[in-house]
């Protein structure tokens, strides 16, 4: 499985930027999609996550940010609105995947990670 993200860039505080997410491969199944950030110096987060119908954000992202997910393309979106300086970041989508290999199994993808960086 890999995956391929996109969307990320330059933006002025306040501006709005869309990540986008496709996984490719073949003989799985996407059990639920994640965005992750790390800024220089600090711990990787969980920005939001996507489980069926289930979704949660960080507190830093509610009502900012909105994610959702194209079953059909195997892909994820993540819609940023009103970023602010403190959302620069190397952003990764990560999915929960189960695939077959000799037998089903379970598993994390990561993508390569797209930057986003916001000016004041």
């Known amino acids: 499985v890999q995956l391929q993200a996109s969307g990320g860039g330059l933006v002025q505080s306040g501006g709005s930027l869309r990540l986008s997410c496709a996984a490719s491969?073949?003989?799985?199944?996407?059990?639920?999609m994640n965005w992750y950030r790390q800024a220089p110096g600090k711990e990787r987060e969980l920005v939001a996550g996507?489980?069926?119908?289930?979704?949660e954000y960080a507190e830093s992202a509610k009502g900012r940010f909105t994610i959702s997910r194209d079953n059909a393309k195997n892909s994820v979106f993540l819609q940023m609105n009103s970023l602010k300086q403190e959302d620069t970041a190397v952003y990764y989508c990560?999915?929960?995947?189960?695939?077959?290999?000799?037998?089903?199994?379970?598993?994390?993808?990561w993508g390569q990670g797209t930057q986003v960086t916001v000016s004041s």
């Open positions: 996507l489980r069926g119908s289930s979704i």
């Open positions: 491969g073949s003989g799985f199944r996407i059990n639920a």
């Open positions: 990560v999915a929960d995947v189960t695939y077959l290999l000799r037998e089903y199994r379970s598993g994390l993808f």
